[in-house]
């Protein structure tokens, strides 16, 4: 059964330009969520999708947005990227609603902001 | 507001050794309690879990956890360390088992002496 898939794995942006980041949950699972990691901030949550509906938001800007597809399929975009967006950026996916069935992570998307 | 602690930044212990990693949370009512492990460049996965019951919680790779609500702990202990555990260790706290939102300590480095 294949894991949770991560598109790009490296990625190296402009300051100023946008990106979009891919997930592709385990088959099956409808629920993603998507996670910054920085040395300094360490995880933070970015966003909650079930049923290509986002039930949950953390606290990042308005730069930050994403959405899910019909065949729960992720993506998520940075646009007017700074220096402080260089980060891994981690998916997860599970089979229900929430936490309660267990996260499976992907290994990431490594953003660079030059 | 939910917040975990991780207070040893960095562990070392010799292989064969016991170790014990610290966790505390800081939340009003009992929450759903999780460990995960990251190696270098890859994901987060899943050790172990709590949601109820039973306080002494076994997980994967021979490691387990013990949940303290009195002290508003979850330490994660294994009785024997291999060289292969060397990584970067995350308690998490989530408030309820149906939001998506994990809330991460800082982490705790182990690194193995042979």
């Known amino acids: 059964k294949a894991g949770v898939t991560q598109t790009p794995r490296y990625l190296i942006k402009t300051r100023g330009q946008q990106v979009t980041l891919s997930c592709s949950p385990i088959s099956g699972h409808r629920s993603v969520s998507w996670y910054q990691q920085t040395p300094g901030q360490g995880l933070q949550f970015l966003f909650e999708y079930f049923s290509e509906t986002q039930r949950n938001k953390g606290n990042f800007p308005g730069r930050f947005s994403g959405r899910q597809f019909s065949n729960s399929r992720s993506e998520m975009n940075v646009s007017t990227l700074e220096l402080g967006d260089s980060a891994l950026y981690l998916c997860?996916?599970?089979?229900?609603?929430?936490?309660?069935?267990?996260?499976?992570f992907g290994s990431g998307t490594r953003l660079t902001v030059v | 507001a939910q917040s975990v602690t991780q207070p040893d930044i960095h562990i070392t212990v010799s292989e064969g050794a016991s170790l014990e990693l610290r966790c505390n949370y800081s939340y009003g009512a009992t929450p759903y309690l999780f460990w995960y492990v990251q190696s270098p460049g890859q994901g987060l996965q899943l050790l172990l879990k709590?949601?109820?019951?039973?306080?002494l919680v076994q997980g994967i790779k021979g490691f387990e956890a013990e949940f303290k609500r009195s002290q508003s702990s979850f330490n994660l202990r294994k009785p024997s360390v291999h060289w292969s555990d060397a990584a970067e260790y995350f308690c998490a706290v989530a408030p309820s088992g149906n939001t998506g939102k994990l809330i991460f300590g800082q982490g705790t480095t182990l690194q193995v002496k042979p």
């Open positions: 997860a996916s599970s089979s229900g609603q929430g936490v309660a069935r267990g996260y499976t």
């Open positions: 709590y949601f109820s019951g039973d306080t």
